[in-house]
């Protein structure tokens, strides 16, 4: 276990270090941040006096040599345009985005896995192939129509659920505010849910029902079978169980994947979480903004993939982590 800790820690160290060094390489390609900070009436010897003040006439290797120093602190720089520093201003979205994922999440595995499991048993009924024609839609489906959709169906025409912000939110002890805990809230939080979900419940149940359907013709569910072991048994709890694996690896994958969807999610129903914020600061040419929030989603891939080894050996326990003895 220490071995595989120190492994991931030094991995997870050089993975940050690209990704830093990918993000702030790319600041020079966004524009001029000058341009959101000043107006047209400043002259060209305050803007590039300007520009000394800030570094951002200093060689690249500088700048970046400046930014890993402070990033080691935990400063990730100061928004140009919140005159906060960036972490905090990402950290007082993250909770938004938080459970919008979090919502998504819920509603594809509450029905991608009863979905897929019945159609890897029921292979030839008229459900099953309803199901996995969906499925065939609702990957073809981009996202953004999806979320107009939604908006023009449920919000314009019926009027039964509210298609913009965030709703009411209550303020935890601890600085977190959420929307979860009021009907307001969670009003709001259906259609972008549901909205963000269609991304991966598709996925989901076609993978569910492929792994489902290669366990149930594997050798230990047919011993299962003549050891006299109940049908729910043999499917829920033996094939099942095997199916978790690349289910997990899959899902630990595409969790960043939402995370990234959120952008386009959050700008339709202007959810107010880290996707409409980071495409604020590109339209502000916010470059510490943007650096942060690239950094902040490498962390949350990197945190979540070493979970998800941790979540194999609940699963199986003949998976070992890699430098494990025994």
Not at 119 to 147: E, K, N, Y
Not at 213 to 236: H, I, N, P, Q, W
Not at 282 to 307: E, H, M, Q, S
Request: neutral net charge.
């Amino acid at each position: 276990m220490i071995a595989f800790l120190l492994r991931r820690g030094v991995q997870a160290v050089v993975v940050m270090f690209v990704i830093s060094l990918i993000g702030f390489s790319i600041q020079g390609n966004l524009g001029d941040p000058l341009r959101e900070l000043v107006g047209q009436s400043v002259s060209e010897e305050e803007r590039d006096l300007m520009r000394n003040e800030m570094g951002l006439n200093d060689p690249f290797f500088v700048q970046y040599a400046r930014f890993l120093g402070n990033a080691i602190q935990g400063d990730l720089g100061t928004s140009y345009f919140f005159k906060r520093p960036a972490l905090d201003v990402i950290m007082d979205k993250f909770p938004a985005t938080f459970e919008l994922v979090l919502g998504a999440v819920f509603i594809f595995l509450s029905l991608s896995i009863p979905a897929g499991i019945y159609c890897a048993i029921h292979r030839d009924s008229w459900l099953t192939q309803f199901i996995m024609s969906a499925s065939i839609i609702g990957i073809s489906v981009p996202v953004f129509l999806t979320a107009i959709g939604m908006v023009w169906l449920f919000g314009v025409e019926l009027g039964w659920l509210p298609a913009f912000g965030r709703g009411d939110t209550v303020a935890l002890p601890w600085g977190w505010e959420t929307g979860l805990l009021t009907w307001d809230g969670l009003s709001h939080l259906i259609l972008p849910s549901i909205t963000l979900s269609s991304i991966m419940l598709p996925l989901f149940i076609r993978l569910i029902r492929a792994e489902m359907m290669e366990a149930m013709g594997t050798d230990y569910v047919r011993f299962a079978k003549a050891k006299g072991l109940s049908t729910a048994r043999v499917r829920y709890v033996h094939a099942f169980r095997n199916t978790l694996l690349p289910v997990v690896t899959v899902g630990g994958l595409m969790i960043g994947t939402l995370i990234a969807y959120t952008i386009l999610t959050e700008t339709v129903f202007q959810w107010p979480g880290m996707g409409f914020l980071f495409l604020e600061a590109v339209n502000r040419v916010d470059t510490p903004l943007i650096i942060a929030y690239i950094i902040v989603v490498g962390l949350i891939f990197v945190v979540v993939n070493t979970l998800v080894d941790f979540i194999y050996t609940l699963i199986n326990p003949m998976v070992k982590l890699p430098g494990a003895k025994g």
